[in-house]
């Protein structure tokens, strides 16, 4: 699933409204989670996560966070992870869908949400949690990998088939990058903080800064920068690289996913 939050470096107009962070617990604060979905993603009903999964989530082990306002308890945005287990049978946090307001996407929400789950994994010991995200948005890149210091060790072609009915996913095949944040991690720490990795990169991958414009402008170009993209990760992840930087393009220029030697970031 997409992760709609924005840079969160940049304020719109008008001021930010006052807002707490908390679990998500009742059939109502559920229900705010699902027309959430409707306006981010605009889904149809078919492609919706139910009321139902929320509910059954929060008694086996998963939680859902919300921003909610404190004047009018309007729901913001949302977290929604799941319980998960890797090949080694390995648990780990499954952050499947986080999602901000459209007018509140860069004030720093999703930011906040995604330290809450970082919070509640801490809190059971459990590391790392993971999501995807289409490798073409450069601002969700931004996000997970620089500002939160996610790292990529997998691509996944076309991971949910052609049949999304969300609007942000027709055109192009659902290509997904798949984030490891280990929350525990010295690298992490220093994202939160500011605080960026010094050596080179060896390797790169560009794509647009603005792939949305592209494909109102231009499909088939879109459909070439995504077969680009995914020949570019299948090469540096089969040479034994991962992606642990990002640079987003400035002045028109291209972002690009930057690579390094796997060196086993989840352990330093």
Not at 19 to 32: K, N
Not at 54 to 64: E, L, N, P, R, W
Not at 105 to 131: C, E, F, S, Y
Request: proline letters at 5%; aromatic letters at 12%.
């Amino acid at each position: 699933m997409n992760s709609n939050l924005g840079y969160d470096t940049a304020y719109p107009e008008g001021p930010l409204p006052e807002y707490e962070i908390r679990l998500c617990e009742s059939v109502d604060d559920f229900a705010a989670c699902v027309d959430l979905q409707r306006t981010v993603w605009q889904f149809s009903e078919v492609d919706l996560t139910p009321v139902r999964s929320f509910v059954i989530t929060h008694h086996s082990g998963g939680f859902t966070y919300g921003a909610f306002s404190t004047e009018d308890e309007q729901l913001l945005g949302f977290s929604y992870a799941l319980p998960a287990f890797d090949d080694g049978n390995r648990p780990y946090i499954y952050s499947h869908m986080a999602a901000v307001l459209p007018e509140w996407q860069n004030v720093g929400l999703g930011m906040k949400l995604k330290l809450a789950q970082r919070d509640h994994a801490r809190m059971r010991n459990i590391t790392p949690i993971k999501w995807t995200f289409d490798p073409l948005q450069s601002r969700n890149a931004y996000l997970n990998i620089v500002k939160l210091g996610g790292v990529v060790r997998t691509y996944f072609p076309n991971y949910y088939g052609n049949r999304s009915t969300s609007a942000l996913h027709r055109g192009l095949d659902t290509d997904r990058l798949f984030i490891e944040w280990w929350v525990q991690s010295r690298h992490v720490a220093n994202a939160l903080n500011g605080v960026q990795r010094q050596d080179d990169p060896v390797a790169a991958v560009e794509i647009p800064y603005d792939i949305e414009a592209m494909k109102r402008r231009n499909m088939d170009a879109a459909r070439a920068w995504q077969l680009k993209a995914r020949a570019g990760f299948h090469k540096c992840l089969a040479d034994g690289l991962y992606c642990a930087g990002f640079e987003p393009g400035r002045d028109g220029g291209n972002s690009r996913y930057l690579f390094y030697p796997d060196e086993g970031i989840e352990m330093r």
